[in-house]
C-alpha cells in the first residue's frame, strides 16, 4: 500500500504538530512511517539527520515491537530515550506511523505524553484519508 | 510502502540489497556512497557491525533528481546476510518497493545463493508481496575472483539456479572494485520508480 498525501493533508498534519507539540515547547516533531520514510519535520532540525533518524526510528520501534510480542504484547504504544540535555518520545500513530517528538530538560514528560495522545488522535483521520 | 508528498512532489521509495551472508550487499552502499557527490546523497548510516558482518542494516538515502514534475528519492537499506539473523531481515523489508538480490559467484556459496533467494520469496509472501510482481534485479558479484584459483560459479551456472523461473535483469558484478554497481542501481531504480508511478497513476 502506497501513501499519497495532497498538500492539503500535509498541511493538517503541520498545523496539528506546530499547535500542540512545538508551542508545549517541543524542539521537534516528526511523522514518519513504520517503513522508515520521512513524512513531516517541525521545528528546528538544525544539525540534525532528519532522514537517518526516519530510518533508525522505524527499525528502533520495529525492534521494540518484538520485544513486545516476546513478552506477549502486540506492539508498544510508546517509547522514551532519556539523554542529559535531549530527550526523545516515540508514539505509535495507527497501524502504519510513528510520532518523534524531541524535547529538552525543561520540557516535562507528563506535558509531552497528553500532547502526544491528543496528536496522534487528530493524526489518524488524516492519514487514513478519513478528514 | 513508498510515500508521495503531493505538497513538495517528491516520491520516495525503499529499495533492499538483499542475499546470503558476505555477498557483499555492504560493499555495494558503500561504492555507491564513495562514488557520489553529497548533492545526491546523504549520510550512509551503518548499524552495529560485528567484525565485517552487518548486524542490523545499513541505510544510504539518494536524490535521483527528478522525472517530469515529480523529484525522486530512493532509500537504500541491506540486510544481514546470516541464516540466523531473519528476523531483522523481515523488520528491514516492512514497505520495501524494489529488491536487489546479491548472489555470491563462489561456488562453495551455491547452495546459501539458492537459500537466500528462497527466504526473500517466503519472508515477502509473508508480506503479501509475489517475489514475480515486485521489482527485482539480480547481481552476480565477486566476478572480480574470475581469475584466480578460487573456483566460482560460472554465470549460466547462476542464471539456472537463481533466475531460471523469475527471469529478471541480472549483472555481474564486483562491488569492491564498482563494477556492475551502478548498473544494478540504475536497473532498479528505474523499476521501482516505474512500478510506483504506475500505482500512482492507477488510483
Known sequence: ?131 | MSFIDLSKNEVQCKVVYYGPGRGGKTTNLLYVHQAMTEAVRGKMVTIDTKGDRTLFFDFLPLALGKIQNLSIKIQLYTVPGQVMYNATRKLVLKGVDGVVFVADSLKVQKEKNVESLDNLRQNLAEDNIDIGEIPLVLQYNKRDLGGSNIPILSVEEMEEDLNNRLQVPWFTGSALKGDGVFETLREISKRTVKQVSRKLLSR
Open chain 1, 1 to 131: 500500500m502506497d501513501l499519497v498525501l495532497s498538500k492539503e493533508a500535509i498541511n493538517n498534519i503541520v498545523g496539528v504538530l506546530d499547535e500542540d507539540l512545538l508551542r508545549a515547547g517541543a524542539d521537534c516533531a516528526l511523522l514518519v512511517d513504520r517503513s522508515g520514510n520521512l513524512i513531516v519535520t517541525r521545528g528546528d532540525p538544525a544539525n540534525l539527520d532528519v532522514v537517518a533518524l526516519a530510518a533508525l526510528s522505524a527499525a528502533n520501534f520495529g525492534a521494540t515491537s518484538e520485544i513486545a510480542k516476546l513478552i506477549g504484547e502486540d506492539d508498544f504504544a510508546l517509547l522514551f530515550h532519556k539523554g542529559k540535555n535531549e530527550n526523545i518520545h516515540f508514539t505509535k500513530v495507527g497501524k502504519g506511523f510513528i510520532l518523534i517528538t524531541l524535547f529538552g530538560k525543561d520540557v516535562s514528560l507528563g506535558l509531552i505524553r497528553l500532547k502526544t495522545a491528543k496528536v496522534t488522535d487528530q493524526l489518524i483521520p488524516i492519514l487514513t484519508g478519513e478528514q
